[in-house]
């Protein structure tokens, strides 16, 4: 069982940046792929950022270049250093954990946080 808690969400302008963790619980935090996902009002939930257990790295065209995940598995935390906001990135961002390799599907991931609001004005 894993149990994540997303924080750093706020109010940022346009070409700002915010930097996201996600603290989880769980010996085997180690062991798990993660990813990043958000969800803006009325749109799917989108993949933009995932790691696998060894931190090899990947992103969508929409954000590859702007945001970088990393991960340190001492503190059990994953991060999202997202950079050169723009208002389309206004979203509830999640974290999710899952036991196989890293997906843009969220049906591989097995666990996830409450979610933070990320909101880039114009």
């Known amino acids: 069982q894993v149990q994540l808690v997303e924080s750093g969400g706020g109010l940022v302008q346009a070409g700002g940046s915010l930097r996201l963790s996600c603290a989880a619980s769980?010996?085997?935090?180690?062991?798990?792929?993660m990813g990043w996902f958000r969800q803006a009002p009325g749109k799917e939930r989108e993949f933009v950022a995932g790691?696998?257990?060894?931190?090899?790295?990947y992103y969508p065209a929409s954000v590859k270049g702007r945001f970088a995940i990393s991960r340190d598995n001492a503190k059990g935390t994953v991060y999202l250093q997202m950079n050169s906001l723009k208002p389309e990135d206004t979203a509830v961002y999640y974290c999710?954990?899952?036991?196989?390799?890293?997906?843009?599907?969220?049906?591989?991931?097995?666990?996830w946080g409450q979610g933070t609001q990320v909101t880039v004005s114009s």
């Open positions: 790691i696998s257990w060894s931190s090899r790295t």
């Open positions: 769980g010996r085997t935090f180690s062991s798990y792929a």
């Open positions: 999710a954990a899952g036991s196989s390799i890293v997906s843009p599907s969220e049906y591989e991931y097995d666990y």
